[in-house]
C-alpha cells in the first residue's frame, strides 16, 4: 500500500506491533514514522469517533484517523 502511495521501499517499512507494553514497543525498530492501529468497527466505537469530531476541529499536526474498511 505505502509503496502504490509513492513511499521508497528503503525510506520506510512497516512492522507489526505485537503489543504496547515496553519490552514488546522494544522489538519496534526505532525511528517510528506512524502507527496504524487496526480494529474491528462497532456500533459503540463509531458513535466515540463521531462525538470525538464533532468536540474537536484542531488540526495542529496531531494525530491522524483516517476510517478504512476492507
Not at 21 to 34: S, T, Y
Request: proline share 7%; glycine share 8%; net charge negative.
Amino acid at each position: 500500500f505505502l509503496w502504490g502511495l509513492g513511499v521508497s521501499p528503503d525510506e520506510a517499512e512497516c512492522f507489526d506491533v505485537y503489543g504496547l507494553d515496553e519490552e514488546l514497543l522494544g522489538m519496534v525498530p526505532q525511528p517510528v514514522l506512524a502507527v496504524l492501529f487496526l480494529y474491528p468497527l462497532t456500533e459503540k466505537s463509531e458513535e466515540e469517533r463521531i462525538r470525538q469530531d464533532a468536540s474537536t476541529k484542531d488540526s495542529s499536526g496531531g494525530p491522524y484517523f483516517m476510517k478504512q474498511t476492507v
